[in-house]
């Protein structure tokens, strides 16, 4: 039998699902030699090599905005991915299963047909990132009912209504916990005169970021070089300037539900009040999220379980039902 691969090629993370579970998650990033654009590195490896490289070598993403951007950087990152999950008898190509967003273009859809043919696949199929994330999160999606879900990545967040087995309405925007950093780049700048890294930001959102503001104003230390000076120079940053200065952020995303909800057909919208919104993607981890919206959109709005790995899993569902789910994926061989 052939081998089945389920895989969300993200803009930040790829997660692998292979042999009845997720087999990893790595960082998308390719680290290249600069003189001969050998690899170097990929994944943890080359994510580790991050801010730390020598001019000898280049580090790349191959997805940017949830699609493709760089083809033959995607084809040997998952090439080697894929490398890691055969053993050496294994005679026959796998079967891939790729996420692509409910937003993407029949082109971006094409190439992830194509990157994961070249990759090795026997047969490729891709499904809507919005619909597998419904399915990992356990959602009821086959019914007749609405069910909502919020996919937030690091560059997209895509909100959808499904029923039926498929997609009814969907939003699409390029924002998402990137730009929630950006944001936190940017008040550090203007505010504090200090400039930080991406690893820096990210720590401040984990750590002390709030999409709703309580009486919890925690503080955080955090180290970055003085913007007139050069120098390397402390700053305590808070809870409450790091809500005020990602608030514009919340509002976008706030924004992504409601269009979708607009778009939904009337005889479904009492479902989604009673069904609630379910968050999935690594981005909704942000915390309080759920209540943030909740608030904005007055529907009460859930967490999945492992919400990074809701589309990997969902993906692997489809690919194990191809029958069930025909009408919601696209292939080719
Ligand atoms: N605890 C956390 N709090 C806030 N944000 C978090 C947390 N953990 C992860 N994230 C964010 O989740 C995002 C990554 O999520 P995910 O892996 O789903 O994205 P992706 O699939 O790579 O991106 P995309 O779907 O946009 O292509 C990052 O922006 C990261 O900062
Ligand atoms: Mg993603």
Same mark, same amino acid.
């Given at each position: 039998?052939?081998?089945?691969?389920?895989?969300?090629?993200?803009?930040?993370?790829?997660?692998?699902?292979?042999?009845?579970?997720?087999? =990893?998650?790595?960082?998308?990033?390719?680290?290249?030699?600069?003189?001969? %654009?050998?690899?170097?590195?990929?994944?943890?490896?080359?994510?580790?090599?991050?801010?730390?490289?020598?001019?000898?070598?280049?580090?790349?993403?191959?997805?940017?905005?949830?699609?493709?951007?760089?083809?033959?950087?995607?084809?040997?990152?998952?090439?080697?991915?894929?490398?890691?999950?055969?053993?050496? =008898?294994?005679?026959?190509?796998?079967?891939?299963?790729?996420?692509?967003?409910?937003?993407?273009?029949?082109?971006?859809?094409?190439?992830?047909?194509?990157?994961?043919?070249?990759?090795?696949?026997?047969?490729?199929?891709?499904?809507?990132?919005?619909?597998?994330?419904?399915?990992?999160?356990?959602?009821?999606?086959?019914?007749?009912?609405?069910?909502?879900?919020?996919?937030?990545?690091?560059?997209?967040?895509?909100?959808?209504?499904?029923?039926?087995?498929?997609?009814?309405?969907?939003?699409?925007?390029?924002?998402?916990?990137?730009?929630?950093?950006?944001?936190?780049?940017?008040?550090?700048?203007?505010?504090?005169?200090?400039?930080?890294?991406?690893?820096?930001?990210?720590?401040?959102?984990?750590?002390?970021?709030?999409?709703?503001?309580?009486?919890?104003?925690?503080?955080?230390?955090?180290?970055?070089?003085?913007?007139?000076?050069?120098?390397?120079?402390?700053?305590?940053?808070?809870?409450?300037?790091?809500?005020?200065?990602?608030?514009?952020?919340?509002?976008?995303?706030?924004?992504?539900? %409601?269009?979708?909800? %607009?778009?939904?057909?009337?005889?479904?919208?009492?479902?989604?009040?009673?069904?609630?919104?379910?968050?999935?993607?690594?981005?909704?981890?942000?915390?309080?999220?759920?209540? =943030?919206?909740?608030?904005?959109?007055?529907?009460?709005?859930?967490?999945?379980?492992?919400?990074?790995?809701?589309?990997?899993?969902?993906?692997?569902?489809?690919? %194990?039902?191809?029958?069930?789910?025909?009408?919601?994926?696209?292939?080719?061989?």
């Amino acid at each position: 039998m052939r081998r089945k691969i389920a895989v969300d090629l993200g803009t930040n993370n790829t997660s692998i699902w292979s042999n009845g579970s997720v087999a =990893f998650t790595e960082p998308t990033i390719v680290v290249l030699s600069a003189s001969d %654009e050998r690899i170097v590195a990929i994944g943890n490896e080359a994510h580790e090599m991050l801010g730390k490289t020598p001019e000898t070598v280049i580090s790349i993403r191959p997805i940017s905005g949830g699609v493709i951007s760089d083809f033959s950087i995607a084809k040997a990152f998952l090439k080697i991915q894929f490398s890691k999950l055969s053993q050496s =008898f294994e005679l026959l190509r796998p079967d891939v299963m790729i996420a692509v967003p409910s937003g993407s273009t029949s082109v971006e859809r094409r190439a992830a047909l194509e990157v994961a043919l070249e990759a090795g696949a026997a047969h490729a199929y891709i499904v809507e990132a919005t619909l597998a994330a419904a399915i990992g999160a356990g959602v009821a999606v086959s019914s007749p009912a609405g069910n909502v879900i919020l996919h937030m990545g690091a560059d997209v967040t895509e909100a959808a209504v499904i029923s039926l087995g498929g997609v009814v309405a969907y939003e699409s925007k390029r924002v998402g916990g990137n730009t929630i950093n950006q944001a936190i780049k940017q008040h550090l700048k203007n505010k504090h005169g200090l400039i930080i890294g991406d690893a820096t930001a990210e720590e401040i959102k984990q750590k002390i970021a709030t999409a709703v503001v309580t009486t919890d104003d925690r503080e955080l230390e955090i180290s970055g070089r003085d913007l007139t000076f050069g120098m390397p120079r402390n700053v305590v940053v808070k809870t409450k300037e790091i809500h005020t200065a990602i608030s514009p952020i919340l509002e976008l995303l706030s924004a992504v539900v %409601e269009s979708a909800l %607009e778009k939904t057909p009337p005889e479904l919208s009492s479902d989604v009040i009673d069904k609630g919104i379910v968050l999935t993607g690594g981005g909704a981890r942000l915390s309080k999220f759920d209540k =943030f919206l909740t608030l904005t959109t007055g529907i009460p709005s859930h967490l999945a379980e492992d919400p990074e790995l809701c589309a990997v899993r969902g993906a692997a569902v489809v690919l %194990e039902n191809l029958n069930l789910w025909k009408r919601s994926i696209i292939t080719k061989s």
